[in-house]
């Protein structure tokens, strides 16, 4: 029995396949770098199907946080305090309708711990020396 007719035997194979490797590499060695570039853009051209252009990636993004802000404040309206019909005259009635000068100066007036800390912290306060 001949080596070559052994189906187990693949040296055959081995050294053809070891021939077509040094074959592709002296031809890939001998291409322009311009060559190779419009190969590239050609075999991306042809690997994309016609009028289809690349996906817009950054719109999924601002879809899915506009809606994680619509859920956040739908969240938050539920959870907001309700105000009962009992409770919002009350609120309604403690409220001063304007503002009135004479009730803050006597409030002033009432409270002398305010002029006793100004009387305290002279520091604070530059001394104008003549």
Known sequence: MNPGDDPMNHTD???FDQAMR??????????????????????????????ERAPRRGF???LASGFAAVFALAIGLQL???ITP???PAAVATAPNAYDADT???????????????????????????
């Open 13 to 15: 194979d081995e050294r």
């Open 22 to 51: 040094a074959l592709h590499t002296q031809a890939v060695s001998q291409v322009s770098s311009a060559t190779r570039a419009r190969l590239r853009v050609a075999r991306h051209a042809a690997a994309t199907p016609a009028g």
């Open 60 to 62: 999924g993004w601002v």
């Open 80 to 82: 907001r305090p309700t």
């Open 86 to 88: 009992d409770a919002a």
């Open 104 to 130: 803050a100066v006597a409030m002033l007036d009432e409270s002398p711990d305010l002029y006793l800390w100004l009387a305290s912290n002279d520091d604070a306060m530059p001394t104008l020396e003549p």
